[in-house]
């Protein structure tokens, strides 16, 4: 029996990953990243790891309702601006006799009333200007937050951060989001963090709560772990076989050059392509 006539051992497993491309072959799907497991807490926070008992369930509960209304009865509008405090308008004098009909009285009182108003139309447009400022800052916090959740990759980040926000005061969540290095990190952290937050939520002194922030944030521990990705396999009936060095393939493709007949070498291929899709 010739080589050519010999007959075709198929019966090998298959590494896709070293199957040669043939012509009009679509290449091999790339696999998908495999998603990290993100944990993002505090590094020597095991006591909220642990199943509380009931009692510190219902005591934790009622802390939480008290911060939740403290918090609501402390959101208040954005205070005035002590250095640039609105100017009074004086009411217009309606009629000389009030004035005793002393016409240049009358007429001081008109103009002072009109110099008002002007100072109050200028103080007007500062306030806006002011307004339009603290608002461009805000989005451009909120952008970043934003960017900085995207990047801790974790699913359950709003409702950590709405905790967060129910029970800190609007001035306690301007002091995280300011002073910080990593807002959104510090947030969730906090939301995982019910002992924590507790402590935050009872400090009413600002420049103690700041202080107590800042070493809470060096104390966050960001872990992430991979999982392996899985080798795409075709199984046969024996051990592997590398397709990059296939002696069959080798002996038929200089059989075709040599003789210019193709069809066993093409049918060996389409052999290939079937036991590996």
Not at 98 to 127: G, S, V
Request: charged share 35%; with cysteine.
């Amino acid at each position: 029996m010739s080589a050519e006539d010999e007959p075709l051992d198929l019966s090998e497993e298959l590494v896709i990953g070293d199957a040669p491309q043939f012509e009009g072959d679509d290449p091999a799907p790339e696999q998908d990243e495999q998603p990290e497991d993100v944990v993002i807490a505090f590094a020597d926070d095991e006591d909220d790891e642990s199943e509380p008992t009931p009692l510190v369930k219902r005591l934790r509960e009622q802390i939480r309702e008290r911060d939740r209304k403290l918090s609501q009865m402390r959101r208040s509008p954005a205070p005035a601006n002590d250095a640039d405090p609105e100017p009074q308008v004086p009411d217009r004098p309606r009629s000389v006799a009030d004035y005793d009909y002393d016409e240049d009285q009358f007429n001081a009182a008109i103009d002072a009333h009109l110099a008002a108003k002007d100072e109050h139309a200028a103080w007007k447009q500062r306030e806006e200007k002011r307004k339009s400022a603290r608002g461009e800052q805000e989005a451009e916090q909120a952008r970043q937050i934003e960017q900085q959740r995207k990047a801790l990759g974790v699913g359950d980040y709003e409702v950590k951060a709405a905790a967060v926000r129910d029970r800190l005061s609007d001035a306690q969540m301007a002091i995280l989001i300011n002073g910080a290095d990593n807002p959104a990190q510090m947030i969730y952290a906090l939301g995982r963090s019910e002992s924590r937050l507790d402590m935050l939520c009872g400090e009413e002194n600002l420049a103690k709560f700041a202080v107590m922030l800042g070493k809470m944030e060096k104390d966050i521990k960001v872990t992430k772990k991979t999982a392996p990705t899985p080798e795409s396999r075709v199984r046969g009936a024996s051990g592997p076989m590398n397709i990059g060095g296939d002696k069959q393939l080798e002996k038929l493709e200089k059989e075709a050059a040599r003789t210019g007949d193709r069809t066993k070498l093409i049918q060996y291929r389409q052999t290939l392509k079937t036991r590996a899709a």
